[in-house]
Protein backbone atom coordinates (compact mmCIF):
# COMPACT_ATOMS: atom_id res chain seq x y z
CA UNK A 1 0.00 0.00 0.00
CA UNK A 2 2.91 2.41 0.70
CA UNK A 3 2.85 3.21 -3.47
CA UNK A 4 -0.67 4.15 -3.28
CA UNK A 5 -1.56 7.47 -5.01
CA UNK A 6 -4.26 9.50 -3.77
CA UNK A 7 -4.79 11.67 -7.03
CA UNK A 8 -4.85 8.58 -9.32
CA UNK A 9 -7.16 6.95 -7.08
CA UNK A 10 -9.52 10.04 -6.37
CA UNK A 11 -9.18 10.31 -10.31
CA UNK A 12 -10.75 7.03 -10.66
CA UNK A 13 -13.29 6.97 -8.51
CA UNK A 14 -14.41 10.95 -9.84
CA UNK A 15 -16.11 9.37 -13.12
CA UNK A 16 -18.86 7.72 -10.85
CA UNK A 17 -18.83 9.83 -8.00
CA UNK A 18 -19.49 13.29 -9.38
CA UNK A 19 -22.08 14.37 -11.39
CA UNK A 20 -21.62 17.39 -13.85
CA UNK A 21 -24.47 19.25 -12.92
CA UNK A 22 -22.98 22.88 -12.28
CA UNK A 23 -19.91 24.39 -12.93
CA UNK A 24 -18.47 24.00 -9.54
CA UNK A 25 -18.58 19.93 -9.72
CA UNK A 26 -17.47 20.58 -13.33
CA UNK A 27 -13.96 22.48 -12.31
CA UNK A 28 -13.29 19.40 -9.63
CA UNK A 29 -13.46 16.81 -11.92
CA UNK A 30 -11.37 18.18 -13.91
CA UNK A 31 -8.36 19.32 -11.45
CA UNK A 32 -8.66 15.80 -9.94
CA UNK A 33 -8.25 14.68 -13.20
CA UNK A 34 -5.31 17.18 -13.79
CA UNK A 35 -3.17 17.05 -10.63
CA UNK A 36 -3.14 13.18 -11.27
CA UNK A 37 -1.70 13.98 -14.93
CA UNK A 38 0.79 16.24 -14.23
CA UNK A 39 0.88 16.88 -10.32
CA UNK A 40 -0.73 19.25 -8.20
CA UNK A 41 2.34 22.07 -8.36
CA UNK A 42 2.71 21.59 -12.52
CA UNK A 43 -1.29 22.70 -13.15
CA UNK A 44 -2.54 25.89 -13.22
CA UNK A 45 -5.35 27.14 -12.62
CA UNK A 46 -5.61 29.03 -15.97
CA UNK A 47 -5.26 25.18 -17.61
CA UNK A 48 -7.70 23.85 -15.32
CA UNK A 49 -10.41 26.72 -16.48
CA UNK A 50 -9.01 25.85 -19.96
CA UNK A 51 -10.32 22.45 -19.73
CA UNK A 52 -13.58 22.63 -17.16
CA UNK A 53 -14.74 25.20 -20.06
CA UNK A 54 -14.87 28.33 -17.74
CA UNK A 55 -13.25 31.34 -17.03
CA UNK A 56 -10.15 31.30 -14.39
CA UNK A 57 -12.07 33.57 -12.34
CA UNK A 58 -14.96 31.37 -11.42
CA UNK A 59 -12.22 28.85 -10.05
CA UNK A 60 -11.33 31.54 -7.75
CA UNK A 61 -14.83 32.87 -6.95
CA UNK A 62 -15.82 29.32 -5.99
CA UNK A 63 -12.34 28.03 -4.13
CA UNK A 64 -10.23 31.44 -3.57
CA UNK A 65 -7.09 29.69 -4.01
CA UNK A 66 -5.61 26.23 -6.14
CA UNK A 67 -5.06 25.11 -2.42
CA UNK A 68 -8.62 25.10 -1.29
CA UNK A 69 -9.84 23.47 -4.46
CA UNK A 70 -7.42 20.69 -3.85
CA UNK A 71 -8.85 20.54 -0.19
CA UNK A 72 -12.76 20.84 -1.88
CA UNK A 73 -11.87 17.10 -3.07
CA UNK A 74 -9.21 15.78 -0.83
CA UNK A 75 -11.23 15.65 2.08
CA UNK A 76 -14.57 13.88 0.63
CA UNK A 77 -12.29 11.08 -0.59
CA UNK A 78 -10.44 11.08 2.63
CA UNK A 79 -13.22 10.79 4.96
CA UNK A 80 -14.51 7.80 2.44
CA UNK A 81 -11.56 6.43 2.36
CA UNK A 82 -9.92 6.06 5.26
CA UNK A 83 -11.77 3.26 6.94
CA UNK A 84 -11.08 1.22 3.57
CA UNK A 85 -7.44 2.19 3.73
CA UNK A 86 -6.72 1.76 7.65
CA UNK A 87 -8.06 -1.70 7.33
CA UNK A 88 -5.71 -2.78 4.24
CA UNK A 89 -2.83 -1.16 5.89
CA UNK A 90 -3.00 -2.87 9.21
CA UNK A 91 -3.89 -6.15 7.88
CA UNK A 92 -1.04 -6.48 5.24
CA UNK A 93 1.33 -5.38 8.24
CA UNK A 94 -0.07 -8.08 10.08
CA UNK A 95 -0.08 -10.98 8.11
CA UNK A 96 3.37 -10.40 7.15
CA UNK A 97 5.64 -12.72 9.46
CA UNK A 98 5.63 -10.00 12.28
CA UNK A 99 6.81 -11.92 15.58
CA UNK A 100 7.64 -8.58 17.51
CA UNK A 101 6.06 -5.06 18.31
CA UNK A 102 9.31 -4.13 16.55
CA UNK A 103 9.17 -5.72 14.05
CA UNK A 104 5.62 -4.49 13.07
CA UNK A 105 6.79 -0.59 14.09
CA UNK A 106 9.46 -0.62 11.46
CA UNK A 107 7.56 -2.18 8.59
CA UNK A 108 4.43 0.83 9.90
CA UNK A 109 7.22 3.83 9.82
CA UNK A 110 8.88 2.33 6.41
CA UNK A 111 5.45 2.07 4.60
CA UNK A 112 3.94 4.95 5.77
CA UNK A 113 7.04 6.88 4.61
CA UNK A 114 7.32 5.32 1.06
CA UNK A 115 2.93 6.63 1.47
CA UNK A 116 3.94 10.43 2.08
CA UNK A 117 6.99 10.51 -0.43
CA UNK A 118 4.29 9.43 -3.19
CA UNK A 119 1.74 11.94 -1.66
CA UNK A 120 4.33 14.71 -0.64
CA UNK A 121 2.24 17.26 -1.88
CA UNK A 122 -0.71 16.28 -0.53
CA UNK A 123 0.46 15.76 2.37
CA UNK A 124 1.96 19.59 2.62
CA UNK A 125 -1.77 20.94 2.21
CA UNK A 126 -3.44 18.90 4.51
CA UNK A 127 -0.73 19.43 7.34
CA UNK A 128 -0.98 22.99 6.53
CA UNK A 129 -4.90 22.91 6.83
CA UNK A 130 -4.71 20.89 9.79
CA UNK A 131 -2.74 23.40 11.79
CA UNK A 132 -4.77 26.16 10.30
CA UNK A 133 -7.91 25.42 9.66
CA UNK A 134 -10.25 24.14 12.21
CA UNK A 135 -13.16 23.49 10.71
CA UNK A 136 -10.90 21.02 8.80
CA UNK A 137 -9.33 19.64 11.45
CA UNK A 138 -12.80 19.09 13.23
CA UNK A 139 -13.90 17.32 10.23
CA UNK A 140 -11.43 14.99 9.36
CA UNK A 141 -9.48 14.04 13.02
CA UNK A 142 -12.21 11.90 14.09
CA UNK A 143 -11.46 9.48 10.92
CA UNK A 144 -8.05 9.82 11.62
CA UNK A 145 -8.64 9.19 15.40
CA UNK A 146 -11.23 5.97 15.06
CA UNK A 147 -9.41 4.20 11.81
CA UNK A 148 -6.10 4.79 12.18
CA UNK A 149 -5.60 5.11 15.93
CA UNK A 150 -8.16 2.50 17.03
CA UNK A 151 -6.47 0.06 15.04
CA UNK A 152 -2.83 0.88 16.48
CA UNK A 153 -4.18 0.50 19.87
CA UNK A 154 -5.99 -3.17 19.02
CA UNK A 155 -2.21 -4.38 17.66
CA UNK A 156 -0.17 -2.78 20.45
CA UNK A 157 -3.00 -4.87 22.63
CA UNK A 158 -2.51 -7.97 20.99
CA UNK A 159 1.52 -7.24 21.68
CA UNK A 160 1.13 -6.04 25.43
CA UNK A 161 -1.22 -10.03 25.87
CA UNK A 162 2.38 -11.42 24.82
CA UNK A 163 4.45 -9.59 27.32
CA UNK A 164 6.27 -7.48 24.96
CA UNK A 165 5.74 -3.98 26.28
CA UNK A 166 4.98 -1.69 29.12
CA UNK A 167 1.32 -2.14 30.77
CA UNK A 168 0.29 1.06 30.56
CA UNK A 169 -2.64 1.82 28.56
CA UNK A 170 -2.67 1.40 24.78
CA UNK A 171 -4.09 4.52 23.84
CA UNK A 172 -0.80 6.10 25.91
CA UNK A 173 1.56 3.81 23.93
CA UNK A 174 -0.58 4.44 20.38
CA UNK A 175 0.47 8.06 21.10
CA UNK A 176 3.63 7.92 21.24
CA UNK A 177 4.31 6.01 18.13
CA UNK A 178 1.57 8.55 15.85
CA UNK A 179 3.99 11.68 17.03
CA UNK A 180 7.16 10.05 16.70
CA UNK A 181 5.81 9.00 13.06
CA UNK A 182 4.42 12.37 12.25
CA UNK A 183 7.18 14.21 13.71
CA UNK A 184 9.53 12.69 11.16
CA UNK A 185 7.31 13.07 8.45
CA UNK A 186 6.37 16.45 9.52
CA UNK A 187 10.06 17.72 10.08
CA UNK A 188 11.13 15.65 6.61
CA UNK A 189 8.15 16.96 4.20
CA UNK A 190 7.02 20.63 5.69
CA UNK A 191 9.84 22.02 7.77
CA UNK A 192 12.35 20.32 5.22
CA UNK A 193 14.47 19.28 7.46
CA UNK A 194 16.38 16.46 5.85
CA UNK A 195 18.88 15.11 8.71
CA UNK A 196 20.47 11.93 7.53
CA UNK A 197 20.21 11.07 3.40
CA UNK A 198 19.94 7.33 4.69
CA UNK A 199 16.15 6.68 5.30
CA UNK A 200 16.74 3.22 6.82
CA UNK A 201 18.89 5.32 9.17
CA UNK A 202 16.02 7.53 10.34
CA UNK A 203 13.00 4.60 10.52
CA UNK A 204 15.95 2.82 13.31
CA UNK A 205 16.00 6.15 14.94
CA UNK A 206 12.64 6.54 15.56
CA UNK A 207 11.81 2.69 16.22
CA UNK A 208 14.60 2.84 18.81
CA UNK A 209 13.45 5.69 20.40
CA UNK A 210 9.75 4.13 20.55
CA UNK A 211 10.92 1.10 21.63
CA UNK A 212 13.14 2.23 24.42
CA UNK A 213 10.01 3.96 25.95
CA UNK A 214 7.43 0.70 25.91
CA UNK A 215 9.72 -2.24 25.51
CA UNK A 216 8.52 -4.34 28.87
CA UNK A 217 11.68 -4.81 31.17
CA UNK A 218 12.44 -7.74 32.98
Do not use: W
Not at 130 to 145: A, K, T
Not at 199 to 211: C, D, L, P, S, Y
Request: hydrophobic share 45%.
Amino acid sequence: MSKYNLLEAMKAQAKPALKLTDKKQKIMETAVALFAEKGYSNTPTSEIAKAAGVAEGTIFRHFGTKDNLLVAVIVPFLKASIPSMAEELFTELMSHDVFFFEDFLRELVRDRLNFVKENKEIFQIVVKEFLYNEEIRNELLPYFVENIGGRLIQVIRVFQERGELVSRPAEDIAKLVVTCIAGLFVSKFVLMLNGTADEEAEIETIVRFVMDGVRKRE
